[in-house]
C-alpha cells in the first residue's frame, strides 16, 4: 500500500515558514560573502542565529533598587532570583525557559560556561556574595520551566516612590530606538496611598509620552504582593502583555531586525565592491593617487575621533573634582557627627552603609546630569566625522559610498561598589578595650575622645572608599564610551582602504589580474543582488 502523497500547504503558516526559510539563506549568503567587512559580518551572523534559535529575550531594565529581581521573581511566580534590603544582584543573569531549572555561570576564563549547583546562584550573582565581582563572571544563564524566554521585549522597572530617573530616560530611548516592545512597570505601589498612586500613574505617563510617544504599556504593581496569597492584579496583566502582545508578535520582530541588519550590511558590501570596481578601471598613477588621499581622509577622521575622546575623558576626570571630591569631604564631615552622636556602636554599620547608598546615589545621579549632554554633544560630533569622512570619500573616489549607522556612544555611569569591612589591628582592639573599662571619669573622657576618634576615622575611611570607587566608576564610563565611539566608526576605515589595497596590488600585477579579480567581483555582485532580491525591497 502507496502512503498518499501530503499535499503542499498554501496556508499562512507555510507562507511564513517558506518566508524565514529564504531570509535566513540570504543572511547566510551575505555572511559568506567575502567583500562584507568583519564587524558587519558579526551583526549578520548574530541576527542569523536569533533566527535559527527562535528565542525571544525580555530584558529587565531599572536604576539601583527599583525591585528588577523581585519583578523577575513574581513573574517567574517564585522567589528564585536573590532580593535583599541593599543592592543585591552585581551580575548579568539571565533567564531561560528549561523543563527543569538549572544553573550555567560563564566566566573570562570560560565564556561557554559551567553548570553550577542552583543552591550557588546567590554566591554567583550577589554584590554581598560576589563582591566587586571577584570571582570575574561575565553572565549566569538560570535556566527555569516558565515563559519569560519566549518574549522579546523591555521591561522598564520603575519605583513608584523616586519614578523616572535620568539614568531610566536615555534606557528608554535606546529600547524605543531598537524596536524592542517596551513595558514600564511601576514597582512599590503598596508604598503609597491609592490617590498618590493616581497622582504617580499620571506623572509617570506625561514623562513616556515626551519620552518615547505613542501607547507605551503602564503596570502598577508591588512585587512584594505578587508572592503572597491572592497575588497582585498588576503582574498579572503585565503577564498576559507578556505572552499575549510580545510572543505572539516574536517571529515579527525577529523577521524584521535581520531584514533591516542584512539590507544595512549589504550596503556596506556593495559600498566596498563599487570602490574597488571603479578603482580597477582607472590607470596605475590613478589608483595610487586615490590611495594616499584616502589616507588622508582616514587621517582626519581618526583625529576627530581621538580628539572627541579625550575631551570626554577630561570632562569624566573634572566630575571626579568638582562632583566626587567635594561630596567625599561633605559625606566625611557629616558622617563623622552621626556616629559621633549614635552611642549605640551596633548601629553604626547600618549608618554607615545607609549613608554610602545615599552618597552613592547621589553622586551617580549629579555625574549623569553633568555629565550626559556632554556625551551626547561628544557622540555627535563623532557621527558627523564619520559623515564627512563618507561624503569626503564619496567625491574623491567618485563613487557612492553607503555605510549602516552604528548606535551612538551613550553615557553609562554604573554605581560604585565598596567592601565596607574593616578588621581594626590587634593593639588597637586592645587599647580600645582597655579604654572602656576604665572607671570614672577619666573612663568617660577616654570613652568619648575615643568614640569621636574612631566616628572620625570610619568616616573617613569610608569616604575615601567611596571617592575611590567613584573614581573607578567614572573611569569605566570614559573607558565605554570611548569604545562605543570606535564602533562608530569600526569597519568603514579597513574595508575601503582594503579595496583600493586590492585594486592597487591588482594594477600593479598586471592586466590579466585585473580582469581576473574584474570577473570575481562581479561574481560576488550577482550574489549581492540575489540577497537583495530574497531581502525585499526596501
Known amino acids: 500500500m502507496t502512503r498518499p502523497t501530503a499535499r503542499p500547504s498554501t496556508g499562512p503558516a507555510a507562507r511564513a515558514d517558506r518566508d524565514r526559510s529564504k531570509l535566513e539563506d540570504a543572511l547566510a549568503r551575505l555572511e559568506r560573502c567575502a567583500l562584507v ?30 525591585g528588577k529581581s523581585s519583578i523577575m521573581n513574581a513573574l517567574l511566580g517564585e522567589a528564585v532570583l536573590p532580593t535583599g534590603a541593599v543592592p543585591v544582584t552585581g551580575v548579568p543573569t539571565l533567564v531561560r525557559w528549561a523543563e527543569r531549572p538549572s544553573l550555567v555561570v560563564a566566566t573570562q576564563d570560560d565564556r561557554e560556561g559551567a553548570p553550577w549547583p542552583l543552591e550557588r546562584l546567590r554566591a554567583a550573582v550577589t554584590e554581598q ?9 561575565v553572565e549566569a544563564r538560570l535556566g527555569w520551566p516558565a515563559y519569560v524566554s519566549r518574549i522579546d521585549a523591555a521591561l522598564m522597572v520603575l519605583s513608584a516612590d523616586a519614578p523616572l530617573s535620568a539614568a531610566e530616560v536615555v534606557q528608554m530611548r535606546l529600547v524605543s530606538d531598537a524596536d524592542a516592545r517596551l513595558g514600564v512597570c511601576l514597582n512599590k505601589v503598596d508604598r503609597l496611598s491609592p490617590p498618590d498612586v493616581r497622582e504617580t500613574i499620571a506623572f509617570v505617563r506625561r514623562q513616556l509620552d515626551d519620552v518615547v510617544g505613542g501607547a507605551v504599556p503602564l503596570f502598577a504593581v508591588s512585587a512584594r504582593r505578587a508572592l503572597e496569597p491572592g497575588g497582585d492584579d498588576g503582574i498579572a496583566a503585565m503577564r498576559r502583555w507578556l505572552v499575549d502582545e510580545v510572543a505572539a508578535a516574536r517571529n515579527e520582530i525577529l523577521d524584521t531586525r535581520a531584514v533591516t541588519a542584512g539590507r544595512a550590511e549589504r550596503a556596506a558590501a556593495v559600498s566596498v565592491l563599487r570602490l574597488e570596481q571603479a578603482s580597477l578601471s582607472l590607470p596605475d598613477a590613478r589608483i595610487e593617487s586615490n590611495r594616499q588621499q584616502l589616507g588622508l581622509a582616514v587621517a582626519v577622521l581618526r583625529t576627530s575621533s581621538d580628539e572627541a575622546k579625550a575631551v570626554f575623558r577630561q570632562a569624566c576626570r573634572a566630575a571626579g573634582t568638582t562632583i566626587v571630591e567635594p561630596a567625599a569631604d561633605r559625606l566625611r564631615s557629616t558622617l563623622a557627627i552621626r556616629l559621633s552622636e549614635t552611642r549605640d556602636r551596633s548601629r553604626w554599620p547600618a549608618l ?7 552618597w552613592c546615589e547621589q553622586v551617580r545621579g549629579e555625574v549623569e546630569r553633568n555629565l550626559a549632554p556632554r556625551a551626547a554633544r561628544f557622540a555627535e560630533q563623532v557621527r558627523s566625522a564619520r559623515d564627512r569622512f563618507l561624503s569626503d570619500a564619496s567625491e574623491l573616489l567618485a563613487v557612492e559610498l553607503a555605510w549602516p549607522p552604528a548606535p551612538p556612544a551613550v553615557l553609562t555611569v554604573t554605581r560604585a561598589s565598596i567592601d565596607r569591612t574593616d ?23 577616654w570613652r568619648d575622645r575615643a568614640q569621636h576618634a574612631e566616628a572620625a576615622e570610619s568616616a573617613d575611611q569610608l569616604a575615601g572608599r567611596l571617592r575611590h570607587a567613584a573614581q573607578g566608576a567614572l ?3 570614559a573607558t565605554t564610551w570611548c569604545r562605543q565611539a570606535d564602533d562608530v566608526t569600526a569597519g568603514i576605515v579597513p574595508a575601503l582602504t ?28 550577482a550574489e549581492l543582488d540575489a540577497v537583495s532580491l530574497q531581502l525585499g525591497a526596501g
Open 129 to 137: 556574595d560576589n563582591l566587586g565581582n571577584g570571582a570575574g563572571i
Open 37 to 66: 567587512p568583519p564587524p558587519q559580518r558579526e551583526r549578520i551572523r548574530e541576527a542569523r542565529h536569533r533566527l535559527a534559535d527562535l528565542a525571544v529575550v525580555a530584558a529587565v531594565v531599572g536604576d539601583f533598587k527599583r
Open 475 to 477: 573611569d569605566e564610563a
Open 423 to 445: 578588621v581594626a589591628g590587634a593593639l588597637a582592639v586592645g587599647m580600645r578595650g582597655m579604654r572602656a573599662r576604665a572607671p570614672g571619669a577619666i573612663g568617660r573622657r
Open 498 to 525: 582594503e579595496a583600493v589595497e586590492r585594486a592597487r596590488a591588482s594594477a600593479l600585477a598586471g592586466s590579466p589580474a585585473r580582469s581576473a579579480r574584474r570577473d570575481r567581483l562581479a561574481e560576488a555582485e
Open 352 to 358: 554607615q552603609t545607609e549613608s554610602a547608598d545615599a
